[in-house]
């Protein structure tokens, strides 16, 4: 019973310290920190950021603080986005008028609820040079997926193509924040530019209602429609195509006048396609997509498309130069630009791998079931140089293609 007394005493004699908050609870300053900061060029990425991010609970005054030279000298507001079956709050914010070819730093958050830790970018160079992109799809949550992540952003891309199946949400809508946060570390630096694949279709989980491209549209904030976009960096021109509407008339035409146009343009030097459904491909059960074949392989063809990188299928696969639906090249690794298009299937994102049919077809150059990235380095003279890696960054292929323009 003393010790008990005593022990009472002891503890009414302690000074009174405030207990922390807790990290992660309601009212804890965690909930208006930033987390899952992404970037993707703007219509111009010579002069456009956009930058999205997103807290637990909402802030009052939510902005981007940037600038060149180390200071963060412009703040400027971010607009609220909502869709509704949002885990927390998304911010979005546009940076405009910005210097071709710069590094700018930045962060983002509230000025009482807290900023993210500061990050930087580099706007695409006003003039042609020598530069890398990378690319993959079907990349969910996995360890294989972060894997994936870390080896490009060891790459140091320009940027970074995702060719459609983003998280996987398939419903839940956590998992989003599972896959933006996963991602950060290369999405913070590294402009990802996405379209959508038929897993950003999505449907409740529950009662299946569906709910389309809400989640997507609502956590990227991306060129043009979003869904569909075109961009320019250096001499070449990156044509995002949303191949799960595809068969809507506008994005059709939209897609033929921005070929078109592209090969009106003598700044073009190299015309590249990205989009999630391959037209070509030997997985068990899948193979070429007809309508596919039919809809874009003569767009294709007349326009004289380079490349076209694709997911879906959970492997890598790429075809011999195709014209007029057939290889035109034997080579395995060196080709004249204009001979024929290269489709290159690099659905090996993370999520999970498929296997191939038993017979590997004539057109077909090249198939692995394996996680992989695509690599590809755009010189201002010579070659464009492709190579596909495997997760542990051994050279699945390399192939070039030479310039006539
Ligand atoms: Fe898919």
Redesign the pocket.
């Known amino acids: 019973m003393r010790t008990l007394r005593a022990l009472a005493c002891a503890l009414l004699m302690l000074p009174l310290v405030p207990l922390p908050a807790r990290a992660d609870g309601p009212g804890s300053a965690s909930d208006t920190t930033p987390t899952q900061l992404r970037i993707a060029f703007g219509e111009d990425p010579r002069h456009t950021m956009r930058v999205v991010w997103q807290t637990r609970t909402a802030v009052d005054a939510p902005v981007v603080e940037y600038g060149a030279g180390g200071k963060l000298s412009v703040r400027i507001p971010a607009r609220r986005v909502s869709y509704p079956y949002e885990t927390g709050a998304i911010w979005e914010a546009t940076l405009t008028a910005l210097q071709p070819g710069m590094v700018y730093g930045y962060r983002v958050g509230d000025p009482v609820g807290g900023f993210s830790e500061a990050a930087s970018f580099r706007t695409a160079p006003d003039k042609p040079e020598d530069f890398t992109f990378t690319a993959f ?2 990349q969910g949550s996995t360890p294989a997926a972060r894997q994936n992540m870390t080896n490009v952003l060891n790459d140091a891309p320009a940027f970074h193509l995702l060719v ?2 983003l998280s996987y949400a398939n419903g839940v809508h956590s998992r989003w924040d599972d896959y933006l946060k996963l991602n950060e570390p290369l999405t913070r630096g590294v402009p990802f530019m996405a379209v959508p ?3 950003e279709n999505e449907k409740l989980l529950v009662t299946k209602q569906p709910i389309g491209y809400a989640a997507y549209l609502a956590r990227y904030a991306l060129p043009g429609e979003e869904s569909y976009y075109v961009f320019d960096y250096g001499a070449a021109r990156f044509v995002g195509v949303d191949t799960v509407n595809l068969r809507q008339r506008e994005q059709q035409e939209w897609l033929e006048e921005t070929l078109a146009d592209a090969r009106r343009d003598r700044r073009v030097k190299w015309l590249i396609v990205f989009q ?2 391959p037209l070509y491909g030997s997985t068990r059960g899948r193979g070429d997509n007809g309508d596919l074949i039919k809809m874009q392989q003569p767009l294709f063809d007349r326009y004289k498309v380079d490349l076209v990188i694709c ?2 299928d959970h492997v890598y696969e790429r075809q011999y130069p195709m014209r007029g639906g057939k290889a035109v090249s034997p080579s395995l690794t060196d080709y004249t630009q204009g001979i024929g298009t290269l489709y290159v299937i690099v ?1 090996g994102g993370g999520i999970s791998l498929y296997d191939f049919a038993p017979r590997k077809p004539v057109d077909c150059a090249i198939r692995e079931r394996t996680y992989c990235r695509l690599r590809v380095r755009v010189p201002v003279e010579g070659p464009l140089v492709a190579e596909a890696l495997r997760l542990d960054g051994s050279l699945i292929e390399k192939f070039e293609i030479r310039p006539v323009r």
């Open positions: 799809g079907d459609g199946d694949g038929n897993h999630h459904y997911g879906h659905g």
